[in-house]
């Protein structure tokens, strides 16, 4: 290490990374530029912390050009509410939407796991173009 600079492998290590991630991210402007040392990457401490912040923008469902409008607006001195709240009112909808689909999914596998029809044509399962059918295997 150089002083509180990290390299490139330091970083992937501490972040759980591969460093071709590390570089992708930084191409994408989700990283700032790295100083060079020797020709070598050389990143502040910080650059963990945004990757900290990173993942939990991925898992809540930002996708990466949200993550760097995020970024972008607070290295210019934004509050994060802002963006934050405008990304997350459009992503909410989705995210509801999706639940709903996942459980119609599972009302109908349930469905599915106690069917006893004979045949795919007689299942009632099949009979609409929603999950909204239900098993009769007397039909």
Do not use: N
């Not at 990457?41 to 991925?58: P, S």
């Not at 409008?69 to 509050?79: K, R, T």
């Not at 999914?105 to 239900?134: I, P, Q, V």
């Amino acid at each position: 290490m150089t002083g509180d600079m990290l390299t490139i492998g330091q970083v992937a290590d501490a972040a759980g990374l591969k460093t071709s991630a590390i570089r992708f991210y930084e191409a994408r402007g989700l990283l700032p530029k790295p100083v060079r040392v020797g020709g070598q990457r050389r990143y502040a401490e910080e650059t963990l912390q945004r990757l900290a912040f990173l993942d939990v923008a991925k898992r809540a469902g930002f996708s990466l050009e949200d993550a760097r409008l995020l970024f972008e607006a607070a290295d210019q001195g934004a509050p994060a509410h802002a963006g934050l709240r405008e990304l997350a009112g459009k992503k909410l909808p989705d995210v509801v939407a999706l639940i709903e689909r996942a459980q119609e999914m599972k009302r109908w596998l349930s469905a599915a796991s106690d069917c006893g029809c004979a045949t795919l044509e007689a299942c009632g399962l099949f009979a609409t173009d929603t999950l909204a059918g239900s098993c009769d295997p007397d039909r």
